[in-house]
């Protein structure tokens, strides 16, 4: 099946500093990736919707320039958290869009900042 | 706005012990209903997508089906492996978003 890579699988960084997170499509070719921050408990919640060579589409309430995400090709996004402060401490998933109305989870990152 | 309600919350079985976990939703133009399957601390894996009231789906030991409302993930003889948390999630007509409930954590005691 196919199968979606997403590194690292857990990052500690102190406040301050930039994390950038990757997610790659390793058999299909994904037009469209998501990015998805879920909380102890919660539900996944929608940040933004990729798309290869276009920006991305934020949901309402995700800060853009905090949260950037570069979609280059049509087997890899990245989401680059900047400025990380303790508040952004979370478990970040990608998935991708693949054939049919299938989508593929990473395996997810867990965020910590000090 | 679209919802998507899970019940129960958590759910304890013992080895053997069929169940069934539910999910109601409210949504416009419903493009497909699915089911993912989350262990701690890793992504969701894809189960099921159900389109339309009346369809039903199996794997192994689950089985999906779906209303008009709601829908129902069976676990039938559920085993520990079994143990994870639920996810149930819709897509609705025009948009290719996903919205999630909060799951059902189900744990099977041996």
Same mark, same amino acid.
């Given at each position: 099946?196919?199968?979606?890579?997403?590194?690292?699988?857990?990052?500690?960084?102190?406040?301050? /500093?930039?994390?950038?997170?990757?997610?790659?499509?390793?058999?299909?070719?994904? /037009? /469209?990736?998501?990015?998805?921050?879920?909380?102890?408990?919660?539900?996944?919640?929608?940040?933004?919707?990729?798309?290869?060579?276009?920006?991305?589409?934020?949901?309402?309430?995700?800060?853009?320039?905090?949260?950037?995400?570069?979609?280059?090709?049509?087997?890899?996004?990245?989401?680059?958290?900047?400025?990380?402060?303790?508040?952004?401490?979370?478990?970040?998933?990608?998935?991708?869009?693949?054939?049919?109305?299938?989508?593929?989870?990473?395996?997810?990152?867990?965020?910590?900042?000090? | +706005?679209?919802?998507? $309600?899970?019940? =129960? +919350?958590?759910?304890?079985?013992?080895?053997? +012990? @069929?169940?069934?976990?539910?999910?109601?939703?409210?949504?416009?133009?419903? *493009?497909?209903?699915?089911?993912?399957?989350?262990?701690?601390?890793? !992504?969701?894996?894809?189960?099921?997508? %159900?389109?339309?009231?009346?369809?039903?789906?199996?794997?192994? *030991?689950?089985?999906?089906?779906?209303?008009?409302?709601? @829908?129902? %993930?069976?676990?039938?003889?559920?085993? =520990?492996?079994?143990?994870?948390?639920?996810?149930?999630?819709?897509?609705?007509?025009? @948009?290719?978003? %996903?919205?999630? !409930?909060?799951? $059902?954590?189900? $744990?099977?005691? =041996?």
């Amino acid at each position: 099946g196919a199968v979606v890579s997403q590194h690292p699988s857990w990052v500690i960084c102190k406040s301050g /500093t930039s994390v950038k997170i990757e997610c790659r499509s390793l058999d299909f070719q994904a /037009t /469209t990736m998501f990015w998805y921050r879920q909380f102890p408990k919660q539900s996944l919640m929608l940040m933004a919707t990729s798309n290869e060579g276009s920006k991305a589409t934020y949901e309402q309430g995700v800060e853009k320039d905090k949260f950037l995400i570069n979609h280059a090709s049509l087997t890899l996004s990245t989401l680059t958290v900047t400025s990380a402060h303790p508040e952004d401490s979370s478990f970040y998933i990608c998935s991708a869009k693949g054939i049919g109305e299938k989508l593929f989870f990473g395996s997810g990152t867990q965020l910590s900042v000090l | +706005e679209d919802q998507v $309600t899970q019940s =129960p +919350e958590a759910l304890r079985l013992q080895e053997g +012990e @069929s169940s069934s976990l539910n999910c109601s939703y409210t949504v416009s133009g419903l *493009r497909g209903l699915f089911w993912y399957r989350q262990d701690p601390g890793k !992504g969701p894996e894809f189960l099921f997508t %159900l389109y339309s009231a009346g369809e039903e789906k199996e794997k192994e *030991r689950l089985k999906a089906t779906l209303t008009k409302k709601e @829908s129902f %993930l069976h676990i039938t003889a559920p085993k =520990p492996e079994d143990s994870a948390t639920y996810l149930c999630a819709v897509r609705k007509g025009g @948009s290719e978003k %996903l919205v999630f !409930g909060k799951g $059902t954590k189900l $744990t099977v005691n =041996p």
